[in-house]
C-alpha cells in the first residue's frame, strides 16, 4: 500500500480497486440504482396515500427535501474526503473508530436488507410475468427458484466488475423508469392536469396525515448515497460523488412527485390507489396500454435487480475498507487480481443476502412481507448511518480548520429529521411482527460490536487507523464551505485530519480543544 505522511498521521491510498474507472454518468448510475427508483414510483404511492391521502405528492416534496440537506452533509464530507469506505470513513474523521464502526456496520445491515428486497422484488414480478405468460411460476418453488438464480447473477455481475455492474444498473434503470413513465403520461394525457385540482388544494389530507407519508416518503429514497463508496474508483472523486448524491435525490425526487400526483389522479382519488395490489399495473390497464403492462412488470423485475447489485456493490466496499483498516477481519480487505472488485467480501455477504429471504419464504412467509419485514430492518441501518454522519460533520470540518456556523445548523436539522422519522417508526409501538423489528436490528447491531471489540483488544492500534484510507487527499483548511456546492477547485497534497477518539496527539497539530 502507498502512504502519504503528514506530521505523525499516515494516510494510504488503496490499491486493489479499479482506480479512476467510473465516469461520472457510471457513479449518477450507483446511486440512482441504490434507490430503485421505478420500483418506488410503482408502488410507494399506494402506500404514502393511505395516510397522506390526496397530499402525497407534497409528502414526497418535503422528503425529497430533507434528503438533499442529508445529501448537503454527503457532499461537505464528499469534497474534502474520498475512500471506498463510504459514510463509515466520513464518520472515522470526525467521531473515531468506534463512532465509525457503528455507521459502517449500520450502513452495511442496510444494503445488506435492501439488497434483499431486490431479491425479492425481482422475483414476485419476473414470477408474475411468467404467470401471466401462461408459465406455472405462481408457486412458492417458483419465486424461490428465481430468488436464488437472481442472487447468484448478482453476486457475479459485481465481481466481474464494478464499470460492468454499474452499466448494467444504468441500462436497467433507463429501461424500467422510461416504462413506468409511458404509463404515467398516458394517464396524464387522458385526464388532463386540470383534474387533478383537488390534489393541488389538498382536499381530504390533513397535516398528521401529510407528515406521516413524510416519514414513509423518506425511506423510499434510502441508498442514494451508495455512489460514497466509490471513492477510490471514480475519476475526480470530490466532485463526481457530490454530484451524483445531490443530482439522484433531486431527480429522483422530482419523478416520485410526479408519480404520486399522476397516480390518484389516474385512480380518480387515493381510496382506489390505496385499495390496488397493482398500481401501475392498474392505470396501463385503464389508459388503454393493457398489453404494456408485461413491459412495465419487466422494468419493474429490472429496477429490483438493478438494486440488488448496486446495493452489494456498495455494502461490499464498506466491509472491504473496514477490513483494510482492520476494524473487521483483515481477509474482507482482499480484491480480485484481475477484476479489481472486493470479492472476499462479496462472497461473504451475498449468501446472507439470499439465505434470509429464501428462509423466510420457505417459512409461510408472503414475498410481500418478506419486503415488508426486510425493508424495515434495512432502513434503521441507513439512519443511523445517515444520524452519525451529521453529527461527524461539525467536528470533522473543525479540524480542518474550515468550520462555520451554516454547517453546524445543517448537521442539527438534518439529525433532527432523522430522529423524527425514527421516532414514528416506533412511536405508538407498531403491530406484530413490526414491534420486533427495532430489536433486530439492535441485536444485529451488538453482534457486529462485539467483532469490533474482540478487533480492538487483540489490535489496540486500531484507533488511528480508522479512517486512513483515502485517494487524493484535499489540504485542510483550503476550502471554504459554501453548503450545496459540489464542486472542487483543484486537487492538492497531504492530509492530517486524524480520528478524534484515541488518535495520536499530533494528528491535529496546533489546534484548541473541541468543545
Excluded: C
Excluded at 216 to 238: I, K, Q, T, Y
Excluded at 298 to 304: D, I, N, R
Excluded at 359 to 366: C, R
Amino acid at each position: 500500500m502507498s502512504a502519504q505522511v503528514e506530521g505523525a498521521h499516515q494516510v494510504h491510498s488503496d490499491q486493489g480497486l479499479a482506480h479512476e474507472s467510473m465516469s461520472q454518468l457510471e457513479v449518477m448510475a450507483q446511486s440512482v440504482a441504490g434507490i430503485a427508483p421505478s420500483a418506488v414510483m410503482a408502488t410507494g404511492p399506494a402506500l404514502i396515500v393511505a395516510s397522506a391521502a390526496g397530499g402525497a405528492w407534497l409528502s414526497y416534496l418535503i422528503a425529497m427535501i430533507v434528503v438533499v440537506l442529508i445529501g448537503l452533509v454527503v457532499a461537505q464530507f464528499g469534497r474534502r474526503f474520498a475512500s471506498s469506505g463510504s459514510l463509515y470513513s466520513y464518520v472515522a474523521r470526525g467521531l473515531g473508530p468506534t463512532g465509525a464502526f457503528l455507521a459502517g456496520w449500520g450502513l452495511v445491515i442496510g444494503y445488506a436488507f435492501i439488497a434483499m428486497i431486490g431479491v425479492v422484488g425481482t422475483a414476485i414480478y419476473l414470477s408474475s410475468l411468467l404467470t401471466t405468460a401462461g408459465l406455472p411460476a405462481d408457486g412458492t418453488a417458483a419465486v424461490l427458484i428465481i430468488a436464488i438464480v437472481a442472487i447468484v447473477a448478482a453476486a457475479a455481475f459485481a465481481i466481474a466488475g464494478i464499470q460492468l455492474s454499474t452499466r448494467l444498473g444504468l441500462v436497467l434503470e433507463i429501461i424500467s423508469v422510461t416504462a413506468v413513465l409511458v404509463v404515467l403520461i398516458a394517464v396524464l394525457a387522458k385526464h388532463g392536469v386540470s383534474a387533478g385540482s383537488s390534489e393541488l388544494k389538498l382536499t381530504g389530507s390533513s397535516f398528521n396525515g401529510i407528515t406521516f407519508g413524510i416519514v414513509l416518503a423518506v425511506l423510499g429514497f434510502v441508498g442514494f448515497e451508495s455512489s460514497a463508496s466509490l471513492g477510490a474508483e471514480a475519476r475526480n472523486p470530490h466532485r463526481a460523488i457530490p454530484r451524483a448524491v445531490l443530482g439522484s435525490a433531486v431527480l429522483v425526487g422530482v419523478l416520485y412527485v410526479f408519480a404520486a400526483y399522476t397516480s390518484v389522479l389516474g385512480f380518480g382519488g387515493p381510496d382506489k390507489l390505496a385499495a390496488s395490489a397493482a398500481p401501475i399495473t392498474d392505470l396501463a390497464h385503464s389508459s388503454g396500454l393493457g398489453d404494456f403492462s408485461y413491459v412495465v412488470d419487466l422494468g419493474v423485475a429490472a429496477s429490483f435487480f438493478a438494486v440488488a447489485i448496486a446495493s452489494i456493490n456498495a455494502a461490499s466496499r464498506v466491509l472491504y475498507t473496514m477490513g483494510e483498516e482492520d476494524l473487521l477481519p483483515r481477509a474482507l480487505g482482499r480484491a480480485h487480481p484481475k477484476h479489481k472488485t472486493p470479492h472476499v467480501a462479496i462472497g461473504v455477504i451475498a449468501p446472507i443476502i439470499g439465505i434470509v429471504p429464501v428462509v423466510m419464504l420457505l417459512t409461510d412467509v408472503t414475498p410481500l412481507n418478506v419486503y415488508a419485514y426486510t425493508g424495515t430492518i434495512g432502513t434503521f441501518g441507513y439512519m443511523l448511518a445517515y444520524f452519525l454522519m451529521a453529527l461527524a460533520l461539525p467536528f470533522f470540518l473543525r479540524k480542518r480548520d474550515e468550520g462555520s456556523p451554516l454547517a453546524i445548523v445543517l448537521s442539527i436539522v438534518v439529525m433532527a429529521a432523522l430522529a423524527y422519522v425514527f421516532y414514528k417508526n416506533v412511536v405508538p409501538v407498531p403491530d406484530y411482527p413490526y414491534n420486533l423489528f427495532p430489536w433486530i436490528f439492535l441485536g444485529l447491531l451488538v453482534a457486529g460490536l462485539a467483532v469490533y471489540a474482540v478487533m480492538r483488544v487483540r489490535r489496540p492500534q486500531l484507533v488511528e487507523e480508522a479512517g486512513t484510507y483515502e485517494e487524493d487527499p484535499v489540504p485542510e483548511g483550503s476550502l471554504p464551505v459554501p453548503l450545496g456546492h459540489a464542486g472542487h477547485p483543484g486537487h492538492g497534497g497531504g492530509h492530517v485530519s486524524g480520528p478524534a477518539e484515541g488518535g495520536s496527539e499530533n494528528a491535529v497539530p496546533d489546534r484548541e480543544p473541541l468543545g
